[in-house]
């Protein structure tokens, strides 16, 4: 999951509209309130934010060494050791940043944590197969392969049917010509 963490609702949607046109295949969550972060925490693999909010929420982090930052902010006084977005970027720029910064692909931790069952049904869903078609290709009950979308979506955050063929698109599991 990615956290957008701010106080400026212009700044949070713009960011959050900005990923979901980069189709980055993870779970976009605007977090205004610092209450609420840290029962979140858990499942981030990823916090954008100010720099004020970042010394915030320091002290809850520490157990997740895991987490990666970028840091939003329209200083360039101070000396990040996190990698950085100024307000004053261009269009490009911005994109490029968050596309780094959200780089999903094979060596991505969501991606390892999805067993090769999974992934093939993730193939098959994203070729456009229905629950019952992908049971019969498998040779397993429908009611399997349901658990198994259940499994998918609860590990990556990705409900949709066009989510999940973004997800395999991305991280090689599917080419883009081979769809129907």
């Known amino acids: 999951m990615i956290l957008i ?14 990923l979901n046109k980069l189709f980055i295949p993870a779970k976009i969550k605007i977090v205004e309130d610092l209450d609420s972060l840290e029962d979140l925490l858990p499942e981030t693999q990823k916090i954008i934010c100010d720099f004020e909010n970042l010394k915030k929420i320091e002290p809850l982090i520490q157990d997740f060494k895991k987490i990666n930052f970028l840091i939003v902010d329209n200083s360039k006084k101070v000396e990040y050791e996190y990698d950085f977005l100024s307000f004053n970027s261009t269009k490009e720029e911005i994109i490029e940043k968050l596309e780094n910064f959200c780089n999903y692909n094979e060596t991505n931790q969501d991606f390892k944590q999805i067993s090769e069952r999974e992934k093939e049904i993730i193939k098959l869903v994203a070729s456009g197969l229905t629950n019952k078609e992908i049971a019969d290709k498998l040779f397993i009950s429908i009611h399997t392969v349901i658990t198994h979308r259940k499994n998918i979506s609860a590990k990556l955050g990705i409900k949709t049917i066009s989510g999940l063929t973004t997800y395999a698109i991305l991280n090689g599991l599917v080419e883009i010509d081979n769809l129907k």
């Open 5 to 18: 963490l701010g106080n400026n609702h212009l700044i949070n949607n713009g960011l959050q509209h900005i």
